[in-house]
């Protein structure tokens, strides 16, 4: 039987094919406060960001935008409102080619 | 940027470009700002474009817009897990005859094209620009924009925001809030290349002919949730979209849901051999009618995904945008002829041409929708279960009297879902989708 559940994926090499212009030195995501994410126990923002920017690093969680896609997801599913969240400077960040 | 503009456009996708190409064509003096290196790079649809709200807009679109396929065919598969798949179709190869009534796009391109237009019109549109905040006056009147270039502040008499789903500017300016997790979907999606030859064949089409294929079923494992696979010339886009309040409970990720789909038998032989070359993911607000803000106030109007302006059950949206831009433009124009000011009372009449178009009316005909998904995800997993379960009893021929086999359907109907609980998603159904 064909297995449709849960396959394993390198979200990496996905986002392997986009286009981006990295603004260096301007994460256009921050956490508020790390003792707030510290005291989460669903962590909705590691599954749910569809460019798995959301980790955990030695039990923090963390987060790398430079793959984002600029959807929203996690300041959307934060329920404490822990994630500041702005579009990046214009021009940078995601440049879709097709969208 | 010391200049003052009748109107400055936050956006453009398809509701800004709309207002932006309606207000210049009228002679209005329109600045449009977008935070996209080129109109399109932060854009993301599956994507269907509806002709007629474009046609509303520039009505010789066909000779002109990048158009990808018309659509002549629509699939609709209920998918079980593992391989079953129930399926209805419609195809008219008669509106290939016809001026089509929707195409296949590619998002980036169109914007692009659609900006090009605007520009043609008379807009000045500034790109690479974010816009970081409305100027009011001292009475509230939104009275232009902050960007984020020095000195970057323009003045004008009314702003229209189509800022997106996200709507930071609205939302920081306390015209919105922030949409909530139940009313949003996240959609993601990779653009498939393959040559034009092997999509005819394998769609069974010719020339620029199209197929649409919405997915419904356990493909989202119990969440409220679609996928879809459109033929562009040379590429497939696929994608699948969830409630974000669904993916986090569920702890699925969206880029499993998209591999697990990709890899259903339905699916696999479609897109096998294609060379992926992007992978995006979007947003979409779901909320329907009661999650819509209040659209318009003192010097500002909301079009668009900003607006909360979608058609969920029948997966429109850029047509609300395109159309909801355009009325707001509209409205500004007779304004502006009748020498009024642009304030709340004046922009009471965009909400009133809203309400008067299909695209509330849509709306509110959809108002409970949102809430019966929310409370019946089951809906979107037991029945299409049980319709593979029903086929695959029925068609399977091996010496069982057809009345047993009536029987063992609706033992296992029973099993899943309770007389009472079947009246009761009947009823609720009903109720929601009347």
Redesign the interface.
């Known amino acids: 039987?064909?297995?449709?559940?849960?396959?394993?994926?390198n979200?990496e090499e996905?986002?392997f094919?986009?286009r981006y212009?990295v603004d260096a030195d301007h994460a256009h995501i921050h956490i508020r406060d790390p003792a707030t994410c510290g005291r989460c126990a669903?962590k909705?923002c590691i599954?749910?960001c569809?460019?798995?920017c959301w980790r955990l690093e030695d039990g923090k969680v963390d987060v790398v935008v430079d793959g984002c896609?600029?959807?929203?997801?996690c300041?959307?599913?934060c329920a404490p409102g822990n994630v500041e969240?702005?579009?990046?400077?214009?021009?940078y960040?995601?440049?879709?080619?097709?969208? | 940027m010391s200049e003052k503009f009748d109107v400055i456009v936050v956006g453009a996708g398809p509701a800004g470009n709309a207002a932006a190409y309606t207000l210049a064509k009228a002679g209005v003096s329109v600045l449009q700002v977008e935070r996209g290196e080129t109109p399109g790079t932060k854009n993301v649809q599956g994507a269907i474009l509806y002709a007629h709200a474009l046609e509303d807009v520039i009505p010789d679109f066909r000779s002109r817009a990048p158009l990808e396929r018309q659509v002549i065919e629509q699939r609709m598969w209920l998918m079980d897990e593992g391989q079953a798949c129930t399926g209805v179709s419609y195809r008219d190869d008669g509106f290939a005859q016809t001026p089509g009534n929707r195409y296949t796009i590619i998002r980036a391109r169109f914007d692009r094209w659609f900006s090009e237009e605007v520009e043609k019109a008379g807009a000045m549109v500034i790109k690479e620009t974010t816009v970081t905040g409305l100027l009011k006056d001292k009475a509230g009147k939104v009275i232009g924009v902050k960007t984020e270039r020095d000195g970057g502040e323009v003045h004008a008499d009314a702003v229209i925001l189509a800022d997106g789903v996200n709507s930071l500017v609205g939302q920081r300016a306390g015209l919105r809030k922030d949409i909530k997790p139940e009313h949003a979907a996240l959609a993601v999606k990779e653009t498939l290349f393959l040559s034009k030859e092997i999509i005819d064949e394998r769609f069974g089409v010719s020339g620029d002919q199209g197929v649409v294929i919405e997915i419904a079923g356990r493909i989202t494992h119990g969440m409220v949730g679609t996928g879809f696979l459109y033929t562009n010339k040379d590429s497939i886009a696929i994608g699948i979209g969830c409630m974000l309040s669904d993916l986090s409970q569920h702890g699925i990720t969206p880029y499993q849901l998209l591999e697990g789909m990709k890899r259903h038998p339905m699916v696999k032989p479609l897109i096998a051999g294609a060379e992926m070359k992007e992978y995006a993911a979007h947003l979409i607000p779901e909320g329907g009618y009661k999650a819509v803000p209040k659209l318009y106030g003192d010097g500002w109007m909301m079009v668009g995904d900003s607006a909360g302006l979608v058609n969920g059950v029948h997966r429109e949206g850029s047509n609300l945008a395109m159309t909801s831009g355009r009325l707001a433009a509209q409205t500004l124009i007779e304004l502006k002829d009748r020498g009024a000011k642009f304030d709340a009372k004046g922009l009471a009449a965009y909400k009133a041409r809203l309400d008067d178009s299909y695209v509330m009316k849509d709306m509110k005909k959809y108002a409970a929708v949102p809430d019966f998904m929310h409370g019946n995800a089951h809906v979107l997993d037991a029945y299409p279960s049980l319709l593979n379960t029903a086929a695959r009893e029925m068609l399977i021929v091996d010496g069982v009297d057809k009345r047993t086999k009536q029987k063992r359907i609706l033992a296992q109907v029973r099993e899943k879902r309770s007389l009472l609980g079947l009246m009761g998603d009947a009823y609720r159904f009903w109720r929601a989708f009347r």
């Not at chain 1, 969240?85 to 021009?91: A, Q």
């Open positions: 039987m064909t297995d449709i559940r849960l396959p394993t994926i979200v996905k986002l094919q986009n212009r669903d909705p599954v749910c569809p460019a798995a896609l600029e959807c929203g997801t300041r959307v599913v969240w702005d579009y990046p400077r214009g021009g960040g995601i440049l879709f080619k097709f969208g």
